[in-house]
């Protein structure tokens, strides 16, 4: 067994929680920092059947890449879906820990591992942090990663072909394209998950394509408009793979420790 503070450590290395936009809600959000724990589990969403694993495993601790809670809540009860879920998990003693944005925009973080796993060099943030605001100018000097990336392939591709690499290299199946699939592109941008406020930033990038997870309608009609590619890998296939490289990395980390990726989660969407 291990404290649990000190695993929230290591997950506060790995994804510093200044790196999160103001609005998110991350680090430790259900637990006793001085509690012990055996058994951690990663996921990308908390959902009834996740918790459902977590509690027939006796998991102690869930690392979820979205909060739960997320939203402020003025009540805990079984009356809906995230008031039941935490009451299961409190129940059974199973702590919660997300990173969310600040995973998203860290130096090893999701985005930084698409441009790994794509073979995307010489990378740099899409959108700087402020030196405003709530994080102060020395944090700002301090952070040298931002939100998103871009960067250079290695050797030019089709849209239609970068777009099947990427998919197929986190198990997806129904990649959607905007823009011509035989342009040639080779300055790219990545923005996992819900990433369509990040196309005018791609734009001022000059980059040639924008990889995301989904974006709404009237931003493929301005990508359309604006001739950059978007490669839309559903939301799961753009960050569910980073939470499985996450419970390796957790294993090697505390090797005394079970961890795994839920093997329960699934990508809500089905069929075409």
């Not at 409190?90 to 591992?113: C, K, L, M, P």
């Not at 359309?224 to 839309?232: K, Q, V, Y």
């Amino acid at each position: 067994m291990t404290p649990l503070e000190n695993v929230c450590g290591f997950l506060a290395k790995t994804a510093p929680l200044k790196l999160a936009e103001d609005w998110d809600n991350v680090g430790l959000l259900i637990g006793d920092r001085k509690s012990k724990v055996g058994k951690i589990m990663t996921c990308l969403t908390i959902s009834p059947s996740v918790v459902n694993e977590a509690v027939e495993q006796k998991v102690d601790l869930i690392v979820a890449h979205h909060p739960l809670p997320f939203q402020p809540i003025k009540k805990i009860t079984s009356d809906n879906t995230t008031g039941s879920m935490l009451l299961s998990l409190i129940r059974h003693g199973i702590s919660v820990y997300s990173s969310h944005t600040a995973f998203d925009s860290a130096e090893f973080g999701i985005n930084q591992r698409w441009c790994d796993r794509l073979g995307v060099t010489d990378t740099k943030p899409l959108i700087t942090p402020p030196s405003s605001g709530s994080r102060t100018s020395e944090q700002a000097a301090d952070i040298e990663l931002g939100s998103g990336r871009y960067g250079i392939l290695r050797s030019p591709e089709t849209l239609a072909e970068l777009s099947s690499r990427a998919a197929t290299s986190v198990g997806g199946e129904r990649p959607r394209l905007v823009g011509d699939a035989n342009r040639k592109v080779t300055k790219i941008a990545f923005a996992c998950g819900s990433g369509g406020s990040f196309l005018a930033a791609a734009i001022r990038s000059g980059c040639h394509a924008l990889v995301t997870g989904e974006a709404t309608f009237h931003v493929c009609l301005e990508a359309e408009s604006r001739e950059i590619g978007l490669i839309l890998l559903g939301h799961y296939f753009s960050e569910r793979f980073a939470m499985e490289e996450l419970a390796e990395t957790l294993n090697e980390e505390f090797p005394d420790l079970r961890v795994w990726a839920s093997e329960q989660e699934q990508d809500p969407f089905v069929g075409n």
